[in-house]
């Protein structure tokens, strides 16, 4: 089974502080996503990477940032945080797109909240 | 703008009734469509996915039926269990492309 982790299932931080949020696949995929998920929004896609090093912004990339140093491993990075990024934070990853249906696989989410 | 549309954002349905949740979208390049369940406090787990050269795919309880001329697909729950309440999200992609097309999702809950 593919396994997605996310290192943590909540987190609070205050306003201005830099945070990271971890992931971490182990199923040698060579894609993964980084989403917010609100309410009435839905899944709302940040950054993904397709590769090691490699970045691309999604739909919603202001105010974050992503680094992947390692295949198994994608970070995001809030350089300053602020209420508006409390949030429910998700990610993924998936085969290289060839794979049938890109199906992703998801973690099981970390819940930040800004003060 | 949004390329999956889920114009319902919430279904109740009785346990054992048949709970049709739908999806619409705009890009005709997309290639297969996909329909995750999420709980709260969890990620969201991969449900049944339908290739656009079928019109059908069925997997146990759960059947998504697409309609190309219509840009739309749906996902039938039969019979609806209260296990089955949870938030419902179509996605849409292109073989060739990374990312996945969210719709907003449907709320289920299914009441005993």
């Known amino acids: 089974d593919v396994k997605v982790t996310q290192s943590s299932r909540y987190l609070v931080k205050r306003t201005g502080e830099k945070v990271f949020l971890e992931c971490v696949q182990d199923m040698d995929h060579e894609n993964m996503f980084w989403y917010r998920q609100d309410p009435g929004l839905g899944l709302r896609l940040i950054y993904f990477s397709y590769d090691v090093k490699m970045k691309e912004k999604g739909d919603i990339p202001e105010g974050y940032s992503v680094s992947r140093e390692k295949k198994e491993r994608f970070s995001l990075i809030l350089e300053s945080a602020s209420t508006n990024q409390t949030s429910m934070y998700l990610c993924?990853?998936?085969?290289?797109?060839?794979?049938?249906?890109?199906?992703?696989?998801f973690g099981p989410g970390t819940r930040l909240t800004v003060l | 703008d949004q390329q999956v549309k889920q114009n319902s954002p919430s279904l109740s349905v009785q346990e054992g009734r048949i709970s049709i949740l739908n999806c619409d979208y705009t890009?005709?390049?997309?290639?297969?469509f996909l329909w995750y369940k999420k709980y709260p406090a969890e990620g969201p787990t991969f449900l049944i996915s339908?290739?656009?050269?079928?019109d059908k795919n069925e997997d146990g309880r759960f059947t998504v039926f697409l309609n190309k001329s219509a840009k739309h697909l749906s996902l039938h729950i039969v019979p609806s269990q209260p296990g089955d309440s949870a938030v419902y999200f179509c996605?849409?992609?292109?073989?060739?492309?990374?990312?996945?097309?969210f719709g907003k999702g449907t709320s289920l809950l299914v009441t005993p």
């Open positions: 993924a990853s998936s085969l290289i797109g060839l794979a049938e249906n890109n199906e992703q696989f």
């Open positions: 890009n005709s390049m997309f290639d297969y």
């Open positions: 339908i290739s656009s050269i079928k």
């Open positions: 996605a849409a992609n292109q073989l060739s492309g990374y990312a996945l097309n």
